[in-house]
Structure formats: structure tokens, C-alpha cells
């Protein structure tokens, strides 16, 4: 039977080692996403990716907050993050630095993220948007183009915390 590993030997990071390691060139764009929880969430997934930072967009909660800590159990201390009173504004803000903005959305013509290929060199953003709503269609318009999530089940619709672990786990393979 495998010996059951104890804390260190899983090698986490300290955050002050998570903060000087070297980071994926993705930043996280929450398109005014209202729950806390879905917020906390994406934070974690973000350390566990090592994502350069999180930018969280008009009505999207920002830390410190109890229900955002609940779920990302420390993450808010090791990812950077920065409010930004518009998605719209951090899109451009974005581009303007040189990153590939894309929407994680359901349009046609969209690109199935099974088919979406990074360019290694390039920087990227990726954009959720709310859990009603989605990702605005002026947000659409800025973006380079939207990646779909294929999905094949009846409801064709994931909870946004879950779309951003499907997609950063795609992505950042292609960085491994």
C-alpha cells in the first residue's frame, strides 16, 4: 500500500515563493460576475495554475471578504488581482499591454477550446463573464475571438467557477 504523503513532501509553495515564481502569462477577466463564491474559486484555480493575475470587473466582489476567503482558502494572499470599473476598460487596458484578449463564451463562430492553439510567446487574457448574463457583447467586440467549451449534455451551460477550471487546466497545459 502507497505511504500517504504529509504536507511538505507535496511541495507547496510559500507565498512568498508562490510570489516570486515564474507565472503563465494569463490573466483572468471577470466580466461582472456576482457571486462570492465563484470569485473565491477562480482564486484558487488561479495558484493552483500559477496565473499571473486576476482582474475582477465592476459588480465582481473583491477581497477582503469572508465568502470569497471560504473558497479560495488563502489564494486572494498569492494571486494578484485589481479591480476594474469596466470589463470594457480592462480589455483595452489589456491590449494596450500587449496581450491576446479572448471571451470564454457561446457564439457562433466561436473556437472549440479543444482547437484553440496558444502561441507560446504571446500573453493572453481570458474573459468570464456573469452567471446569467455572460460576457457582454461590447466585451465580445474587443476580443480577438471567443473560445467555446464544448458541451453535450441538455443544459449547454456550466457555472462560471467550473468554466474557468476547464479552460485554465486546457490552456496551461500548453504552457507544461
Same mark, same amino acid.
Not at 8 to 37: C, G, N, Q, W, Y
Given at each position: 500500500?502507497?505511504?500517504?504523503?504529509?504536507?511538505?513532501?507535496?511541495?507547496?509553495?510559500t507565498?512568498?515563493?508562490?510570489?516570486?515564481?515564474?507565472?503563465?502569462?494569463? @490573466?483572468?477577466?471577470?466580466?461582472?460576475?456576482?457571486?462570492?463564491?465563484?470569485?473565491?474559486?477562480?482564486?484558487?484555480?488561479?495558484? &493552483?495554475?500559477?496565473?499571473?493575475a486576476?482582474?475582477?470587473?465592476?459588480?465582481?466582489?473583491?477581497?477582503?471578504?469572508?465568502?470569497?476567503?471560504?473558497? &479560495? *482558502?488563502?489564494? +486572494?494572499? +498569492?494571486?494578484?488581482?485589481?479591480? @476594474?470599473?469596466?470589463?470594457?476598460? &480592462?480589455? %483595452?487596458?489589456l491590449?494596450?499591454?500587449?496581450?491576446?484578449?479572448?471571451?470564454?463564451?457561446?457564439?457562433?463562430?466561436?473556437?472549440?477550446?479543444?482547437?484553440?492553439? *496558444?502561441?507560446?510567446?504571446?500573453?493572453?487574457?481570458?474573459?468570464?463573464?456573469?452567471?446569467?448574463? #455572460?460576457?457582454?457583447?461590447?466585451? %465580445?467586440?474587443?476580443?480577438?475571438?471567443? %473560445?467555446?467549451?464544448?458541451?453535450? #449534455?441538455?443544459?449547454?451551460?456550466?457555472?462560471?467557477?467550473?468554466? &474557468?477550471?476547464? @479552460?485554465?487546466w486546457?490552456?496551461?497545459?500548453?504552457?507544461?
Amino acid at each position: 500500500m502507497p505511504q500517504k504523503k504529509t504536507m511538505p513532501d507535496l511541495e507547496r509553495k510559500t507565498v512568498a515563493e508562490f510570489k516570486d515564481a515564474v507565472k503563465t502569462p494569463i @490573466v483572468v477577466v471577470l466580466d461582472e460576475v456576482r457571486s462570492m463564491h465563484n470569485v473565491g474559486s477562480v482564486f484558487r484555480t488561479a495558484d &493552483a495554475f500559477l496565473i499571473e493575475a486576476i482582474y475582477l470587473c465592476g459588480i465582481t466582489p473583491t477581497p477582503p471578504h469572508r465568502d470569497i476567503q471560504k473558497t &479560495a *482558502l488563502g489564494a +486572494t494572499e +498569492t494571486v494578484t488581482w485589481k479591480h @476594474v470599473d469596466t470589463t470594457l476598460n &480592462a480589455v %483595452i487596458e489589456l491590449k494596450q499591454n500587449g496581450y491576446v484578449v479572448y471571451a470564454i463564451e457561446q457564439v457562433h463562430d466561436s473556437i472549440m477550446l479543444h482547437d484553440f492553439t *496558444l502561441d507560446k510567446n504571446m500573453k493572453y487574457a481570458f474573459v468570464f463573464g456573469n452567471e446569467v448574463h #455572460g460576457v457582454s457583447q461590447a466585451v %465580445i467586440k474587443e476580443c480577438m475571438g471567443v %473560445i467555446e467549451i464544448p458541451q453535450l #449534455g441538455s443544459k449547454h451551460s456550466l457555472n462560471i467557477s467550473v468554466s &474557468a477550471g476547464v @479552460v485554465l487546466w486546457e490552456i496551461s497545459k500548453q504552457y507544461l
